[in-house]
């Protein structure tokens, strides 16, 4: 069966640190540019992190650059979510995505375009 697995997520305090890992299952992550989105209630997905197939060149939403690092181990399968310095308005459920057939920016400025593959989603909560 093809999917990613996601782990990691949970409660933490602001100013904290998480790392989601998103790992596949039953395919190769090698050709698949990934991205990690978020959905907190009542708003829209939002894309916030994604990486290239190909060379490693990443994409960060505004709100998270300098707090958030994507990166991929090939060898592992997975990529992860580096998450450091996190705000309560980082709260949400993050899921990641793969594609084969849309570029790591494009993945990212559209988050409701169709992807190929996803993630069960993780909720994050961060509340003192």
């Known amino acids: 069966q093809v999917q990613l697995v996601q782990s990691g997520g949970g409660l933490v305090q602001p100013g904290g640190s998480l790392r989601l890992s998103c790992a596949a299952s039953?395919?190769?992550?090698?050709?698949?540019?990934i991205g990690w989105f978020r959905q907190a209630p009542g708003k829209e997905r939002e894309g916030v992190s994604c990486?290239?197939?190909?060379?490693?060149?990443?994409y960060y939403t505004d709100s998270v650059k300098g707090r958030f690092t994507i990166s991929r181990d090939n060898a592992k399968n997975t990529v992860y979510l580096q998450m450091n310095s996190l705000k309560p308005e980082d709260t949400a459920v993050y899921y990641c995505?793969?594609?084969?057939?849309?570029?790591?920016?494009?993945?990212?400025?559209?988050?409701?375009?169709?992807?190929?593959?996803w993630g069960q989603g993780t909720l994050v909560t961060v509340s003192s």
């Open positions: 995505a793969g594609s084969t057939t849309t570029t790591f920016q494009a993945m990212c400025s559209m988050p409701y375009r169709y992807l190929e593959v």
């Open positions: 039953g395919f190769t992550l090698d050709y698949y540019a």
């Open positions: 990486i290239s197939s190909s060379d490693g060149s990443t």
